[in-house]
């Protein structure tokens, strides 16, 4: 009977010197299957689509390293699981959280293109062009995100280029006033120099010759041109300026040609007058 007990003993002793043996030893184990899930919840992507998941995990995870540090291994390793399974949790949940994200992302866009349309409808590509330039690099940037899978930035940058089209929109109507002067500035000029170029070919009219036929339906052009110009200036006036520009050009070329043929009869009465 005495034998017995004292099997009995130290069967206890040794059990609960093996539970101490345990629990005085470091949960190494534990701890790098809590890392390794770690590994997978950022791998997967939680520090993007599962940040409250991740967060709770990381806590957990802070108080298993604090529990080593003061070598409380039993609680220490109960942490670890606890942290193990909270990172399981938030790799878990990067699905759903992804998801979420390119919905938003998405929702986004449609409001930003409404602004790019809103932008180009009100005359952005003429009358306020840095402004769209601006604008439309920071869509491509949200377009590429987009493709990327990158859903939480491409809700940035779609958010940043909205802002980008808005103001492409307000700064038309300045943008517009600035054209106008430019063109008001032009045709000014212009009707200045077909006057001139007008008396020039009344002076040359017998010299024109084989260029009449071109020069009178030049001249028409440009007498219509310039006046078409004019009403077009306050509701079209990037439209104005082309038009002007092209006059210019019609105008500056028979400059050239009527100082040619001014030269050349010059020319010939000097050489008449020697001879």
Not at 20 to 41: D, H, I
Not at 108 to 121: Q, R
Not at 126 to 142: G, I, S
Not at 246 to 256: G, H, S, V
């Amino acid at each position: 009977m005495r034998m017995i007990k004292l099997s009995v003993f130290a069967l206890m002793v040794f059990t609960v010197g093996m539970v101490w043996v345990s629990c005085s030893k470091p949960p190494e184990a534990e701890k790098e299957a809590a890392k390794k899930a770690m590994a997978a919840a950022f791998s997967a992507g939680a520090e993007k689509y599962a940040t409250a998941e991740l967060e709770t995990a990381n806590k957990v995870w802070d108080t298993a390293e604090s529990q080593m540090k003061e070598e409380k291994y039993k609680e220490a390793k109960e942490s670890y699981i606890g942290a193990k399974a909270a990172f399981d949790k938030a790799a878990a949940a990067v699905e759903a959280g992804k998801k979420a994200a390119a919905d938003q992302a998405k929702a986004e866009k449609e409001a930003t293109k409404k602004a790019m349309d809103a932008a180009l409808s009100a005359g952005a590509d003429q009358y306020a062009t840095a402004e769209l330039e601006t604008a439309n690099k920071v869509w491509d940037t949200a377009e590429s995100q987009m493709k990327e899978e990158k859903y939480k930035e491409a809700k940035g940058s779609y958010i940043e280029a909205k802002g980008a089209f808005d103001k492409a929109a307000e700064a038309v109507e300045a943008g517009k006033k600035a054209v106008a002067d430019q063109a008001k500035a032009a045709l000014k000029t212009l009707e200045v120099e077909w006057n001139k170029l007008r008396a020039t070919a009344k002076e040359l009219e017998k010299k024109l010759k084989d260029k009449k036929q071109a020069w009178t339906a030049d001249a028409k052009a440009i007498q219509e041109g310039l006046g078409k110009s004019k009403k077009m200036i306050a509701s079209a006036p990037a439209e104005a300026k082309a038009k002007l520009d092209q006059l210019k050009t019609t105008i500056d070329r028979w400059e050239a040609t009527f100082k040619e043929m001014a030269a050349s009869a010059k020319a010939k009465a000097t050489k008449k007058k020697k001879s």
